[in-house]
């Protein structure tokens, strides 16, 4: 019965049913739904759990960001410069908790050397080209407002795949208004560019900042503005 209940959540997690990051509904919610006992429900997630496709803290159960996301695009994309023209592009991202770089704790108002979540991104194509690299680090501000990001201190080990692909809608659903500036500068005696994003929110807090490495002769950066409605 237990594995019966964990392919039915196994299929809400991929149908994007339970968003990536999302709370399940509780033990006796589901144990009533299924028609099962606690301890089944137990024994399903523990399943989910060691695939990594859940994790629980004293909160409950929450569906991991490996899932789909749902709902349209966000113009902003997470991490800056994520979108690749390639579809074979293979995609590798993790978190860590450490001192982010010296620029980075200073753009984000933190003290030297102080820790924070840390995200790396690399991504490049099945023959190897168009390789980009990305590094966030997020302010104490967007830890403290923002749920989903705040789950990730206690799991942070750098090996576990993190793809943080719904950050900026997180940001959003915690009341924040987004705002962003990217500056692209190119690197000498090199092909590739590099992009710097800073995130601030109404209040000008910063909230993350972004260094992107892309090969400038393999890659198209694309960026997509929405105007606000009339009135």
């Known amino acids: ?31 009533d739904r299924f028609g099962v006992s606690r301890e089944t429900v137990r024994q399903a997630l523990d399943v989910l759990r060691r695939d990594g496709l859940v994790t629980t803290d004293r909160r409950g159960s929450h569906a991991t960001l490996s899932g789909s996301a749902t709902g349209p695009a966000s113009s902003l994309a997470f991490p800056v410069g994520a979108r690749t023209p390639d579809p074979a592009a293979a995609d590798l991202a993790t978190v860590t908790w450490e001192a982010p770089p010296p620029e980075h704790a200073e753009a984000l108002g933190l003290a030297p050397h102080r820790p924070t979540l840390v995200h790396r991104y690399e991504s490049a194509g099945a023959d190897g080209r168009g390789l980009r690299r990305a590094v966030t680090s997020f302010s104490a501000v967007a830890l403290a407002e923002v749920e989903e990001l705040g789950r ?41 560019v590099r992009v710097t994003r800073r995130v601030h929110d109404q209040y000008d807090r910063p909230l993350e900042i972004t260094d992107l490495v892309v090969d400038a002769r393999q890659e198209a950066l694309v960026y997509e503005f929405t105007l606000p409605s009339a009135g």
């Open 1 to 31: 019965m237990y594995w019966h209940v964990a392919r039915q959540l196994l299929d809400a997690l991929r149908d994007g049913s339970v968003p990536p990051g999302e709370r399940l509904p509780g033990e006796r919610h589901l144990a």
């Open 152 to 192: 990730y201190r206690d799991r942070a080990d750098g090996r576990g795949s993190a793809q943080l692909r719904r950050a900026y809608d997180w940001m959003r659903k915690a009341g924040l208004t987004l705002h962003h500036r990217d500056a692209i500068v190119p690197l000498a005696d090199t092909s590739s």
